[in-house]
């Protein structure tokens, strides 16, 4: 207990007790608890108009997240208020109170004006706004990582940990809400809530009240003014403004129907202009920590909207399929994926925290391909008489690979800090944030052009036949991922170790 007490009170010293209380917010209500409500609720905003198919579910999706494409820019608009923290709180203020107004329409709208499209609308207010909040908590986790290296791997591991633990306590009540009540009555008053009481906490926590912390911040300032030129603001802003306007262009082909093929061309083009900015923007180090991430990113296209219609449509529409009920993937996977998180935090302190960063980053790429064979035998249809196995080979299968995606959750960030120009790790984590984002519409349009080459069709009113050819998409579809990743890992990650573990 008291190492417990000691390891608490050492963090507390590290990040600052008010920038606790924002990571907190912003990490465990927002990312834990809001975001998982948003993402559980958009099964039933598109079941509530009669099914929605997956190439229509793919065009709201890729439009949802156009706001993370201007995560550089509002990291250039909030780095100069933080000289003013009552000017950056206000901005933060200003968005968790445009979420309410979405959240109250999205609650009040008549039903039949209560269309998927309205809620892409409103979710996109939200993403804006979640976009924001996770700019200031990077900026707090990189400021923590370069000025206290040796404590980096246990900032970081409460940094991922409190999101989950977050996430495992709300989930049931999210769950349970949203399969006994109609998804207005249960998504919009708790979403105004949880929107109220990340305001009460976010906005005082900001507030520049503290001279000892204000005179401490100049002197920073003044200490790593020779080092933060090296990052060219011209060019940040550059970059910055290419990466927002390449995300919303590249998502908006959907809209005008352009074909699959060229859409991925264009937005593969578009997403390597964007990485070669951040190498021009802010150097070659943390350039090429981002290209890994943009080419893993890419090569592990998107199925998610097909996987979603065979796993959980009625047998009248897939008389062979597993028919799993949607409850049990807005909560069952979600609840048991975010538990792992706490094991695989706890497997990379006790066994991977000495590794090099190419070795462990190819032992995750190699579990990741493993993992996603677990649920072969499903697409199989190997278990067609016994459904209870479909859905164990399935939560086997996320409780695999959630452990897998946190396991380099935690030196993903610590590899973005350290690689960062000293006092410019807060613009960086940004435009690494948002170049990374510019490659979620090739993933889209990858998946789309993957189900066309093995004759896969969801949309289709026979594609029950198409069934049986599904585990080939799944199974090219995790060899590609696990190629790339090789590849990206011998041509960008360093060889050197962790910091604090030198």
């Known amino acids: 207990m008291n190492l417990r007490f000691i390891f608490a009170a050492r963090v507390v010293e590290v990040v600052g007790a008010r920038d606790l209380v924002v990571l907190v917010a912003v990490r465990g209500l927002f990312e834990g608890v809001v975001r998982i409500w948003t993402a559980a609720a958009w099964p039933y905003w598109l079941n509530a108009h009669g099914g929605v198919g997956a190439r229509r579910r793919e065009v709201l999706f890729m439009m949802v997240v156009v706001p993370w494409g201007f995560r550089s820019l509002a990291t250039v608009a909030l780095g100069p208020l933080r000289r003013w923290r009552a000017g950056r709180a206000a901005c933060l203020a200003t968005l968790q109170t445009a979420m309410i107004c979405a959240a109250l329409v999205m609650g009040r709208a008549p039903a039949p004006r209560l269309s998927p499209e309205l809620a892409m609308l409103c979710s996109i207010v939200f993403e804006l706004a979640r976009m924001s909040h996770v700019v200031v908590q990077d900026g707090i986790l990189a400021a923590a990582v370069r000025e206290h290296p040796n404590d980096a791997p246990s900032v970081t591991s409460v940094f991922v940990l409190t999101k989950n633990a977050f996430s495992i306590l709300g989930l049931p009540t999210i769950g349970l809400a949203l399969a006994n009540w109609p998804v207005q009555f249960s998504y919009s008053p708790c979403l105004v809530f949880l929107a109220a009481t990340i305001l009460v906490l976010v906005a005082p926590a900001l507030r520049d009240d503290d001279p000892h912390q204000k005179d401490y911040a100049l002197a920073r300032r003044e200490e790593n003014a020779e080092d933060a030129s090296i990052v060219d603001a011209r060019r940040l802003v550059l970059a910055a403004i290419f990466c927002a306007a390449g995300s919303t262009a590249t998502s908006a082909l959907s809209l005008l129907g352009v074909d699959p093929v060229w859409g991925l061309l264009l937005s593969a083009a578009v997403a390597a202009a964007g990485s070669a900015l951040v190498a021009f923007a802010v150097g070659s180090k943390p350039a090429r920590v981002n ?174 036949r198409d069934l049986h050819r599904y585990w080939q998409v799944h199974l090219a579809r995790a060899s590609v991922a696990f190629v790339a990743a090789w590849c990206a890992v011998n041509l960008t990650i360093p060889t050197g170790v962790p910091p604090g573990k030198r």
């Open 291 to 464: 290209f890994y991430v943009v080419v893993v990113r890419m090569f592990a296209v998107d199925l998610n909207a097909a996987r979603w219609l065979y796993l959980t449509d009625d047998p009248v529409a897939f008389p062979r399929g597993p028919h799993l009920r949607p409850f049990f993937f807005t909560t069952v996977l979600a609840y048991v994926g975010n538990a792992c998180t706490f094991l695989a935090v706890l497997l990379y302190k006790r066994c991977f925290g000495t590794w090099r960063w190419r070795t462990f980053f190819r032992f995750t790429a190699t579990l990741a391909f493993f993992g996603q064979l677990l649920s072969l035998p499903v697409f199989l249809r190997v278990f067609a008489s016994r459904p209870s196995l479909d859905a164990a080979f399935v939560l086997a299968e996320e409780s695999f690979n959630m452990v897998v995606e946190h396991l380099a959750d935690i030196p993903w960030y610590l590899l973005v800090a350290s690689s960062a120009p000293p006092g410019a790790d807060f613009h960086v984590m940004g435009l690494c944030g948002a170049a990374r984002h510019l490659a979620d519409p090739v993933q889209l349009y990858g998946g789309v052009i993957l189900l066309r080459i093995f004759g896969v069709n969801p949309d289709a009113t026979d594609d029950a």
